[in-house]
């Protein structure tokens, strides 16, 4: 991992990667992108680990690519960007994979593969100065890393090509009612409110997280009885979780879970 372009810190059970390229407003470069793919990889492989919190350092959580490396490589990033991309694609999929909640802690300028980032998080909380913009098309080019995947899902095809194709600014606002982020909150409140949300998440059953995360994952990609059958095999290997049996324990004597994540 690259510690100029990916910070990285640990409170109890929860981390926070932060992208710290804040002079360019959080940028994406290859540096970047490849400790981003590293961070992630090794993050779901932690079992003590059952939050992963988002975050871009500065003014922007993340506003795209590098479009002056790309300028600068313009007459040969045909040949030479793919691998950059395909390693941006295993990080989307490390986030989706993961056995664990990951949240978008989301402020400023959100573009191209910000927007991409965010929408594969499973929790985004936005500021109230967040703007989000696809942005790809403004400089002739189609969306990574799973735009195209995940915006028609969650708005619809038709709003997706808009966002897409026209590429408008969405703020904050406007990103909450379409379904873009779970929550808006006061620039100044950000912080408070993200770690807050992150250590109920911490402290929730972590085997019961990661197995809802997978059926929905799979969800428009079955049919019903091959996603009820999942359901239920879940629902057997949840059953002998030491988290299980805590809840169950916890509602018959009316007190509140103590869930260990295991």
Do not use: W
């Amino acid at each position: 991992m690259s510690p100029e372009h990916i910070r990285l810190e640990r409170q109890d059970a929860v981390a926070t990667l932060t992208f710290n390229r804040p002079e360019i407003y959080n940028a994406m470069d290859e540096p970047m992108i490849r400790g981003l793919r590293d961070a992630t990889h090794s993050l779901a492989a932690d079992p003590t680990l059952r939050v992963l919190i988002i975050a871009g350092a500065g003014k922007a959580f993340i506003a795209g690519g590098d479009v002056a490396m790309f300028y600068k490589r313009r007459e040969t990033l045909a040949a030479e960007i793919r691998p950059m991309i395909e390693t941006l694609h295993e990080a989307i999929i490390a986030l989706r994979d993961a056995p664990f909640p990951v949240v978008a802690k989301i402020h400023g300028a959100v573009a191209g593969a910000g927007v991409s980032l965010a929408l594969a998080c499973d929790f985004s909380i936005a500021a109230d100065n967040a703007v989000f913009t696809t942005a790809y098309a403004k400089i002739g080019q189609s969306p990574d890393g799973g735009s195209t995947y995940f915006l028609p899902r969650i708005v619809g095809m038709k709003k997706a090509a808009e966002l897409i194709m026209l590429t408008e600014p969405v703020k904050a606002a406007e990103a909450l009612a379409l379904g873009l982020v779970n929550k808006v909150v006061a620039a100044d409140a950000l912080d408070a409110e993200v770690a807050a949300f992150a250590a109920r998440l911490a402290s929730g059953p972590t085997q019961a997280y990661a197995r809802a995360k997978r059926l929905m994952n799979q969800t428009f990609d079955s049919a019903l009885g091959v996603q009820l059958a999942r359901e239920a095999d879940f629902f057997v290997e949840c059953a002998a979780t030491a988290d299980f049996k805590e809840g169950v324990t916890a509602f018959v004597e009316k007190r509140a879970p103590r869930f260990s994540g295991q």
